[in-house]
């Protein structure tokens, strides 16, 4: 079984592009959620999804973060107008139901030049 | 204050060493306690998961939560380089809640 897929692992993008992180969860695991981990903090949480419902986005910033888990293909986490405080690893994780966090994503590392 | 504190370390020990991992937190809401363990460019994995107050053991590693006092630790007994990891804290208000406050982590290292 794969676990948790995430990519790019490692994402380059200029000041005002954006950035689109992929994650594919675990076969069967119908809740997926992102985490941040900016430099020197802990992971902080973004956004809780079910397939084609977000179910709570408060971590989220406001404005330039979207995020969609379609019925089908991976989560996309998508960052518009990329700054350099964007920069951090952004990590998925799955489950089957609700809690605790067992799978995390090897996490797509994000650096904006 | 941070809800949530941890050394960050790093912490070198030989091997067969026991090493005591420790965070504090503010927010006495937290029920569920959680320590995680991200090798280097990985993602955390889930090493013990305690309910409350009390000790939690598996294998070699021992977790211990202390509500009165706020603070939890993990024992890892006869220490092993492969367990040389950053170790995650984390915790949560409810069983099935998906928002963890994590600390930033305590980078480990075992000598052989």
């Known amino acids: 079984n794969a676990g948790v897929m995430q990519n790019p692992r490692h994402l380059v993008r200029r000041r005002g592009q954006e950035a689109r992180l992929r994650c594919s969860p675990v076969?069967?695991?119908?809740?997926v959620y992102w985490y941040r981990q900016l430099p020197e903090e802990g992971l902080k949480f973004m956004v809780y999804l079910q397939k084609e419902n977000i179910i709570d986005e408060s971590g989220m910033p406001k404005e330039r973060f979207s995020a969609e888990f379609p019925k089908e293909g991976p989560s996309i986490l998508r960052i518009q107008q990329v700054v350099r405080g964007d920069s951090a690893a952004y990590f998925c994780a799955s489950s089957l139901d609700r809690g605790p966090l067992s799978f995390f994503g090897q996490g797509t590392r994000l650096t904006v030049v | 204050q941070k809800e949530v504190e941890q050394d960050p370390g790093p912490l070198s020990v030989p091997e067969g060493a026991i090493v005591s991992l420790n965070c504090t937190y503010s927010?006495?809401?937290?029920?569920?306690f959680m320590w995680y363990r991200q090798y280097s460019r990985k993602g955390p994995e889930l090493l013990m998961y305690t309910y409350s107050s009390g000790n939690k053991e598996d294998g070699r590693f021992t977790a211990q939560v202390d509500k009165s006092s706020k603070y939890i630790s993990l024992f890892i007994r006869d220490s092993q380089p492969s367990d040389s990891a950053t170790y995650l804290c984390?915790?949560?208000?409810?069983?099935?809640?998906?928002?963890?406050?994590f600390g930033k982590g305590t980078k480990l290292s075992v000598i052989p």
């Open positions: 927010n006495s809401a937290f029920q569920y």
């Open positions: 984390a915790m949560s208000e409810g069983a099935g809640s998906y928002q963890l406050t």
């Open positions: 076969k069967g695991h119908s809740h």
